[in-house]
């Protein structure tokens, strides 16, 4: 029995091993819908929505109203009377072609709110969040914000940090947020507990502030406004400050609830727009309907793209219950990309009892770019006095190369582990 136990093992070590040699850095993944079957399938149509096709968006905390209230994402097929090769189900189960217009794509907006305002509450958030709800519309698999609720302008969602997550920064990092927006975080000062940061776009600045993370929390939370649309002061930009400490090595500033839309990037949708093989049916405040402008054509067991990523993918014929129909599901494939680049994680949170560094004084806000360039040269002479890291030599400091983590790698090192304590046994 313990023989077979240690084959086991040893084989199983040996195929994961493998295969995290073979394939260190990201994994392929298949987002699929349920399957039908078209044999068995109502001639009327059938539908996947949120719940049933994972490459839908699906916010489980709002499961009940996405089903009361047909919020999200719907792709359906519903016959229409009179189409050339009649339905897609039970009466003509090998039928293989969708008609014109029979495969209709529907997304309604949902009412979303601000982390910020739930976690710290409505009363403390600063004038520019009049209103701290807004509308979500996924379109074609990602989440976008209506503007101004209005489903017909969107604006994609950059970053939107979960109610318990935290982003630590050191002085000088940058924290790229997506589609060209960086946090950069000028100066920090823990003695002062105040923080300098910016956020740019492509190199550009777009904001700048000093927050002191001693004061109430009204004056933690920093937020940017813009015209977009028709609306002048439109928030497009908010994040809170949470703390500011000395860690191990460097002073970190804590950010919560950060919530960016690109501002540069609004869609506007009428009636008529076309989108990969849809032709936009219908228009209204809180929902959109797209049907296909062409027939689309399924072959046996063969993926058929009906946009750059979805498709359907069927079944050889006559694979479905009684042999009378096939098997047809949508599907996206997807690449999940490994995280290599050096980030603080919340190990960094405890509160370090190293050798504190001397303070950065951060000096009001520079007016111009000017004299925010001799700021930094001023605080970079300092810290070439002082070191950016205790007990280590300027010299020292440049050659020690930033701890970055490659995920796979230890559970590859666990595994060899066990390929050689079994081996051993043998």
């Not at 009377?81 to 014109?100: T, Y």
């Not at 804590?254 to 990969?276: N, S």
């Not at 700021?375 to 930033?402: D, I, M, Y």
Request: charged share 30%; aromatic share 10%; hydrophobic share 35%.
């Amino acid at each position: 029995m313990k023989e077979n136990l240690r084959k086991i093992v040893y084989g199983f070590s040996l195929s994961l091993a493998f295969f995290l040699l073979i394939n260190p850095v990201g994994l392929a993944a298949v987002c699929r819908g349920i399957p039908y079957d078209t044999g068995t399938t109502p001639k009327e149509g059938f539908f996947w929505n949120a719940t049933t096709f994972d490459g839908f968006c699906y916010p489980v905390n709002k499961h009940e109203n996405f089903i009361n209230y047909s919020w999200g994402e719907k792709l359906a097929y519903i016959e229409k009377n009179g189409s050339d090769h009649g339905p897609l189900g039970k009466k003509e189960p090998q039928n293989k072609i969708i008609d014109k217009e029979e495969l209709v794509y529907s997304t309604v907006s949902y009412p979303s709110k601000q982390q910020i305002a739930s976690k710290l509450g409505i009363e403390n958030l600063p004038a520019d969040v009049k209103d701290p709800s807004y509308h979500t519309l996924a379109w074609f698999g990602k989440p976008y914000i209506a503007v101004e609720n209005d489903a017909t302008k969107l604006a994609p969602l950059v970053c939107k940090q979960g109610g318990k997550a935290k982003k630590y920064l050191k002085s000088g990092e940058t924290w790229e947020l997506g589609k060209g927006y960086n946090l950069n975080v000028q100066q920090v000062d823990v003695e002062g507990n105040k923080v300098w940061f910016t956020l740019e776009k492509e190199g550009k600045e777009l904001e700048s502030a000093i927050i002191d993370a001693a004061g109430p929390v009204t004056n933690r939370i920093f937020t940017g406004t813009a015209e977009i649309g028709e609306k002048e002061e439109q928030l497009y930009f908010i994040t809170y400050v949470d703390s500011i400490f000395q860690g191990p090595l460097d002073s970190l500033v804590v950010f919560k609830y950060t919530w960016l839309i690109d501002k540069a990037k609004v869609l506007e949708i009428e009636e008529g727009d076309e989108f990969y093989d849809f032709e936009v049916k219908e228009t209204s405040a809180k929902k959109l309907v797209l049907k296909n402008k062409n027939s689309i054509t399924l072959k046996p067991d063969t993926k058929t793209y009906f946009t750059d990523n979805w498709y359907f993918q069927t079944s050889d014929e006559k694979k479905g219950l009684y042999k009378k129909g096939y098997i047809i599901y949508p599907a996206v494939d997807i690449s999940v990309e490994s995280q290599t680049k050096n980030t603080m994680n919340d190990a960094l949170a405890v509160e370090s009892k190293a050798e504190t560094k001397a303070p950065i004084n951060i000096k009001p806000e520079p007016k111009n770019v000017a004299e925010k360039e001799r700021t930094l040269k001023n605080t970079s002479k300092e810290k070439e006095k002082t070191g950016s890291k205790p007990g280590l030599k300027r010299a020292e400091r440049e050659e020690e190369p930033e701890n970055e983590k490659t995920p796979g790698f230890g559970l590859l090192a666990g595994s060899l582990g066990l390929l050689a304590g079994a081996k051993r046994r043998k």
